[in-house]
């Protein structure tokens, strides 16, 4: 068993914390013991080797491998029998604070994080409780420390429901579970047991810091990037790599060019503490080979040019990061939207993918461009801009980006912009499949009626901007909210459509059984061909799909695990309550639901 | 324009009969008038900290998601409207994991902090639930 010992061993973290989070911390330690309900045997620790080409039936890092195509090569469940999927059990996850899982597996045990940093094991075949680690809630003197509020925390009084606390994933690595929190602060639990191994604070929870993406393992470090980096302060936003066994910090790299750095006029002349934005929160891919990690930033803050006062590019927001794991070095950067202008994020997934030997880096941000980079060079090769925008207009040859005549905000005058700011395509992750070449890309449809305002230009002022807006339905969508399209690869020409009334809200999951999974806001979680987009089974869950669904086998046996929930992204309530009134989703029901065949 | 429909969407309580008649009742009023109590401010500030605050922040700042409701961003986006219409929003659709669904003296009680928030001047007077006074009320700059 775990001593009290091994759980002090962590560094206690290389900042002076305040001494609120040090009682709150101090409480999390004394109230983790009763929950863990179990020590696992048959764990075996995970090494370099098994993260980077896992076994077929494992699920080792959040899209499958570090390439993250989110494709398992498991083919038992395969189009000629996934209409007779039957549930074989479901768990309940914690109902207070949103919940976009992406959950793991390794040894037939599946670690699933859920709100507000409860991570749970389960044995992956029966669904029994193996461990849990829950967090004590945040003390009274922590939330009036005003920590909280920012950092997204909620008051004791107000825990049911509030759709807050998002961790999309978790690491594994060695004998531990890595999570990092809405507190700004990352964790390592012992994956045998359950318990808190060390908890290291990365940034100041009061300056507005917090994680929603969990970290990544590269080359023996731990990765991680912060969001919460939307108001003025004198610091700006950053990824960090950790020490696994101690939460060391081994280097920090700044996501935003500072006044005197290279790249740093970019930003017109304004000081440091305006520089907002270019959060890092969506977790990166790696590659070994090139040992480079690929790290998305998101746009910079406020939003609208004209708000934060320069029409600079504002290096290094909206780009592709290429870093090496060891250092934080900048390989490379790619900026796919110089200057974005109105919440056109770029931030998402980056999946590895060799085109005729070359190798290459596929992403699309909100504005529904699938970009092809060299990701050993950074160089553009090919960017697919899908027709759903109205914005901006890219060169087939450069990768450059023009916006459109009219289509720069300016402040207090209507935009009518295709698509609204809830982008073309968001967190929820596209899969790639080798066997149909091909990526299958969850899509929302809707564009808006937007008027952008001014903020304060002073400390603790600034912010995404107000937006004054009206969504409306997109005119090529028939009323359909959401869609799943086939991409072929790399040409980007269209192989499918597959359109539905509530908008897709789960990453694509692909198998080598020529199947697509995905799940809808309005419960339904489907299984598509790959191959002609075909529906061939349905389900109806307890609320809405909103995760990233995964595969595994356990004995031999293969099973589609399909996370469900709420909260998370403003648009996912008033989007279908505004554009799809018909609709309705219990507000609780978070839950992981797992499927195969009979036996 | 956008006011009178965003109301016609709304149901019962506050009835599509007040949206037609909105114009006339409006009374010249404005947030400056003073037009809420101390007291009820205190009393939407626990409503606040129970309700909005995880989303909306301590400082009413919002984030990213959450629009904030004070200061230059609260103005752009209300100014021009009424106490009326600021109030049915947060009565319809807020908190948005539960819309609705806090009692009604506390949804007006919730919007008598948010004055006192954007420093709008307290009064002797508690803000009243009823829909014809709070759309006689302009959400206006100092004039």
Known sequence: MITSNAMCRGEPGKRELPRSILLSLSLTLSLIAPFASAQIESFSAVSDEMLNSPASGEWLSWRGTPAAWGYSPLDQINTENVGQLQLKWSFALDDTGAIQAAPLIHDGIMFIPSARGVIQALDAVTGDLLWEYRPAPPTEEFINSGAGTRAAVLPAGAFAGVGRGVQKNIALYGEMIYASTETASIRAIDARSGLLVWETQVADPTLGYFYTAGPIIANGTLVTGITGCDRYKDDVCFITGHDPATGEEKWRTSTVARPEDPGGDTWGDLPLRFRAGSDAWVAGSYDPQANLIYWGTAQAKPWARAVRGTDGDALYTNSTLALNPDNGEMAWYFQHIPGETQDMDEVFENILVDIDGRKSLFKMGKLGILWQLDRETGQFIKGTDIGYQNIVNLDPITGQITYRDGMIPRIGEELNMCPSTSGVKSWRAMAYSPDTSAMYIPITLNCELATFGPTERQLGGGGAGPVRRVNYHHPQSDGNLGEILALDIPSGEVKWRYRSRAPFNTAALTTAGGLVFAGDWNRTMSALDANNGELLWQVRLATSNQGFPISYSVNGKQYIAMPVGTGGASWSGSLPRELAPELSRPRNGSSINVFALPD | ?143
């Open chain 2, 1 to 143: 324009m956008g006011n009178c429909m965003a109301r016609l969407k709304l149901v019962a309580a506050l009835s599509a009969a007040v949206c037609a008649l909105g114009v006339s009742y409006a009374q010249g009023g404005t947030v400056w008038d003073g037009v809420y109590s101390s007291e009820q401010a205190e009393r939407g500030e626990a409503v606040y900290k129970g309700a909005c605050i995880a989303c909306h922040g301590q400082d009413l700042g919002g984030n990213s998601n959450s629009p904030g409701l004070v200061g230059m961003g609260f103005m752009f986006l209300w100014e021009g409207r009424t106490l009326g219409a600021f109030f049915e929003k947060i009565r319809e659709e807020m908190p948005t994991d539960r819309p609705g669904q806090l009692p009604a003296q506390d949804y007006v009680d919730v919007v008598a902090y948010i004055m006192q928030a954007n420093s709008f001047p307290v009064g002797d007077n508690e803000l009243p639930y009823d829909a014809e006074i709070l759309d006689g009320i302009a959400i206006a700059p100092k004039s």
